[in-house]
């Protein structure tokens, strides 16, 4: 190339720049004056980035943002919103719903999203070789749990049919009615075939990965951070407005609440205990408070003495004084559990059974005298086990402190290491053990299927066929308010039998920067990065 | 010293290397639960796939020849919590993490310790003594939990001169390397002005003194070799110790170090990390300790192994 034909290059070059810098300027200068880059706390490292193998809350946040199921959920009132699918409809019988596909709906290295590549994903899930442990959550769809099992090992068997690529029918077991909530879990999120045939475990590292959501995964370093940028070919590319958001794996809350104050984060996960009394008296907006949806209770096992005798466990269930707890132990806005499923699960509104303070002493002392232990003589000592953890601990305590003085019992306390704890627990070894429960989805079903007589979650071996019957016809039931009524039944006979000792409803505390919008606090704690934004504050 | 002292040291190594494996092997199987164990229990039929998966349905002994064979050939297995990882892929992103820590760590603590129990060695009882050894009494007597958060404190929220966490900049390395570096110092100021001190009354520093030297000359020509012996026999430990107890400057400051993940491997019964890590571990006491016994040699012409 010759000297003149180079400043000629140069003139065009420069002259190109100029004018793209020059009609780029007051573009960026009225959309992005603020950078659209988002820090959040995350709890703990995710373990991977496969909808179909994790099972944590960490991975779950960042799921949600690099996947998109047939439906997603609506940021403010969590009810189900087009996702992949456009639309639907759902068989008189509730039974068979037909998803309809949008043709723009792309993976994020530009393939079209298609109903095969939804069978191909349920396949892999309830497939015994990916050893999924949310294969259940695929079990509502015909002939799921048989070849989850491995009875059946003809995929065709599956209540799943592409009518054609964009239209996906689906049948069920049972007319299922939280089944469009239950499209927002990861388990059932579509994965990419191609990508995971070709790179094994190893498909979800950055350089590998594909996805379908408004975000797709950026950059992974174990331990320091996880970085998601937004999906090009996202069918809504243009309601995203962040350029970027960055999960930091953050174990510690004091670490975590100390980074917020240095500015680092805009969101962290959680609040260490200790320091709640004093955000709670923040002003300056940051410190947010909602019910979550799960319940803190204690087992009673059933199948020993005392506590197999329901008079007892209704003794102890009633000297306990739960707004006391939550005031003066938890401290962070727990609502007292007088009922199992917290109120407001999918609708769902069950009455309050069991005495919010301590007004119902009298009649708990006349329980434990009619079960033979009057003022709690003969009764041997209890023993409450929890696994090992400062807040667990004060509880139990105050538990222990209540029962002494309301009942003139006495029982000690045991503290084990998690998955001690966890062993003995599910063996039955134990009296009275600590558990939290959170739910699955957004119905009342995934609280009260857990007392299921053998039910695989239910640790207090209590049993009662007409609490059976009714979670049984609960599924079958399509009309909600006669569904609600069923519950409501359920609820009644649970809090009579009182296999359990329900103490409070969860909370969630934490801190949000008044720079970001669109993040909406809520029940079930979901907040997609896609509404999200940052303005200067 | 004499080769076959050490090739007789590397020898020994192999039998108590393999006692090691075996113990840890069996002690965290025989733990109560299991990586699959969880609050929300997984289905029988679950249960059954993920053991077949990770090859736990055979019986325990044949698991455990899988594993020393895979072991021979550097192979540690994947990772039963973190899917998409192996054990090797695992250590190799997060030992470096620690190492550097620990080396930064070890680069303060040997800075401050020397020349704060040089200067208490050199004025034996006066100001210049006093005050660095209480310090060092302070270092040794508080723990990193207390150390690492209130120089968080200070540094980072207060005078906002410093990132309170993170892994990223230089400015990242600062705090976490001098809260950890801080307790070593103590105890290596006090090694340093204890072998100075032993030193000093020796007939030959007497020599040096009648020969007309000047305090400086006599310390950095005659005293220093012999004064800093003690410092050199605990530096081995210390870097192990340093490096393999990093977890709780990890935790404070959120570094994505090794530390983390072996005790979060243990807690989780994520059986192949528990044993990756605790090997490295070992290893990397067994040849501190041995670089230790080398360099004593190069240093003191007293000692000699056969």
Redesign the interface.
């Known amino acids: 190339m010759s000297f003149g034909s180079w400043r000629l290059t140069l003139c065009t070059v420069s002259t190109l720049l100029f004018l793209s810098v020059s009609t780029l300027i007051p573009l960026s200068n009225a959309e992005s004056a603020v950078p659209q880059v988002l820090n959040l706390g995350n709890g703990g490292e995710p373990k991977d980035l496969d909808p179909h193998t994790v099972t944590g809350v960490p991975e779950f946040h960042i799921i949600m943002n690099i996947f998109e199921g047939l439906v997603s959920k609506d940021p403010k009132n969590l009810e189900p919103i087009p996702g992949v699918a456009e639309k639907w409809k759902v068989s008189k019988d509730g039974k068979t719903y037909t998803f309809f596909l949008r043709k723009n709906a792309k993976w994020s290295q530009g393939d079209p999203v298609t109903a095969s590549d939804f069978i191909y994903s349920w396949i892999r899930l309830l497939k015994p070789e990916t050893a999924s442990e949310y294969a259940y959550q695929g079990f509502y769809i015909k002939n799921g749990k048989a070849f989850n099992e491995g009875k059946l090992t003809d995929p065709n068997q599956l209540g799943l049919k592409a009518i054609d690529s964009s239209t996906l029918e689906v049948q069920l077991e049972n007319p299922t009615p939280f089944f469009l909530s239950l499209l927002f879990h990861h388990s059932l999120y579509p994965v990419h075939k191609a990508t995971i045939e070709k790179f094994g475990a190893r498909w979800t590292r950055p350089e590998n990965f594909v996805g379908n959501g408004a975000f797709t995964l950026k950059k992974w370093e174990v331990n320091r951070v996880i970085t998601v940028a937004p999906n090009p070919f996202y069918w809504d590319k243009e309601t995203v407005k962040l350029s970027e958001a960055n999960f930091f794996p953050i174990d510690k809350h004091e670490t975590e609440e100390k980074m917020f104050r240095a500015k680092s984060l805009h969101t962290v996960d959680d609040l260490p205990l200790e320091k709640l009394p004093l955000w709670q008296k923040d002003t300056t907006g940051v410190f947010k408070n909602h019910p979550y949806l799960g319940t803190y209770y204690y087992w009673f096992n059933c199948t020993k003495a005392p506590l197999n005798n329901k008079k007892v466990r209704q003794a102890l269930t009633l000297a306990i004084d739960r707004d006391r707890i939550v005031r003066l132990v938890t401290r962070g806005g727990q609502v007292p559990a007088t009922m199992f499923t917290p109120p407001g699960t999918g609708g769902f509104k069950p009455e309050s059974r069991l005495p919010k303070d301590g007004s119902q002493i009298q009649k708990a002392k006349q329980l434990l005298a009619e079960a033979g232990f009057p003022n709690g003589k003969g009764l041997p000592s209890l023993e409450i086990l929890y696994n090992t953890s400062d807040n667990h601990k004060k509880i139990a305590e105050a538990i222990q402190q209540m029962w002494r003085e309301n009942l003139g019992i006495s029982s000690s306390l045991f503290n084990q290491e998690w998955k001690v704890f966890l062993d003995n627990q599910q063996t039955k070894n134990y009296m009275i053990a600590r558990a939290g429960w959170i739910a699955d989805y957004n119905d009342p079903n995934t609280f009260l299927d857990m007392f299921v007589t053998n039910g695989g979650n239910n640790h207090s071996g209590y049993s009662n066929s007409s609490y059976d019957e009714l979670i049984e016809s609960a599924k079958k039931e399509r009309n909600p308010k006669k569904r609600f009524a069923i519950f409501q039944k359920a609820e009644d006979i649970l809090l009579e039998d009182l296999p359990v000792l329900p103490i409070y409803v969860y909370s969630r505390n934490y801190l949000l920067s008044n720079e970001v919008q669109g993040w909406h606090p809520n029940i079930e704690d979901i907040h997609p990065l896609k509404y999200i934004s940052i303005v200067k504050k | 010293m004499g080769l076959t002292y050490i090739l007789r040291r590397l020898l020994t190594m192999i039998p108590v290397f393999l006692l090691v494996v075996t113990l840890v092997f069996f002690m965290i199987r025989f733990?109560?639960?299991?990586p699959?164990?969880?609050?929300?229990?997984?289905?029988?039929?679950?249960l059954?796939?993920?053991e077949?998966?990770y090859h736990m349905d055979e019986p325990l002994i044949q698991q455990y020849f899988r594993y020393l064979r895979d072991l021979s050939r550097f192979d540690l297995g994947?990772s039963f919590?973190?899917?998409?990882?192996t054990v090797n892929e695992?250590i190799a992103?997060?030992f470096p993490v620690s190492m550097e820590l620990g080396l930064i760590s070890l680069c303060w603590a040997l800075l401050i310790g020397i020349s704060a129990g040089g200067l208490a060695a050199l004025k034996p009882n006066t100001f210049y003594d006093y005050i660095p050894m209480s310090l060092s009494i302070l270092g040794i007597c508080l723990p990193t939990f207390v150390v690492g958060?209130v120089m968080?404190l200070i540094f980072?929220?207060w005078l906002?001169w410093l990132?309170?966490?993170?892994?990223?900049s230089w400015q990242d390395r600062l705090l976490p390397s001098l809260t950890l570096g801080f307790a070593y110092a103590a105890y290596i100021s006090r090694l340093t002005r204890g072998g100075f001190m032993e030193i000093r009354h020796q007939d030959f520093i007497r020599t040096a003194r009648a020969k007309g030297l000047t305090e400086t000359q006599i310390l950095l020509k005659h005293s220093l070799r012999g004064g800093i012996l003690p410092v050199v026999s605990y530096l081995g430990p210390a870097l192990a110790g340093i490096i393999t107890g990093a977890l709780v400057t990890e935790?404070?400051?959120?570094?994505?170090?090794l530390g983390?993940?072996f005790i979060e491997s243990a807690?989780?019964?994520d059986y192949t990390v528990v044993m990756g890590t605790s090997l490295l571990y070992f290893t990397l006491i067994f040849v501190c300790n041995f670089l230790v016994d080398i360099v004593y040699v190069l240093l003191d012409p007293r000692v000699k192994y056969e």
């Open positions: 733990a109560p639960g299991g699959f164990s969880a609050e929300k229990k997984v289905p029988a039929q679950v059954k796939n993920l077949a998966k994947p919590k973190h899917s998409n990882r695992i992103e997060a958060p968080v980072g929220l906002n990132p309170v966490a993170g892994w990223n935790t404070i400051f959120n570094i994505p170090g983390r993940f807690l989780n019964r």
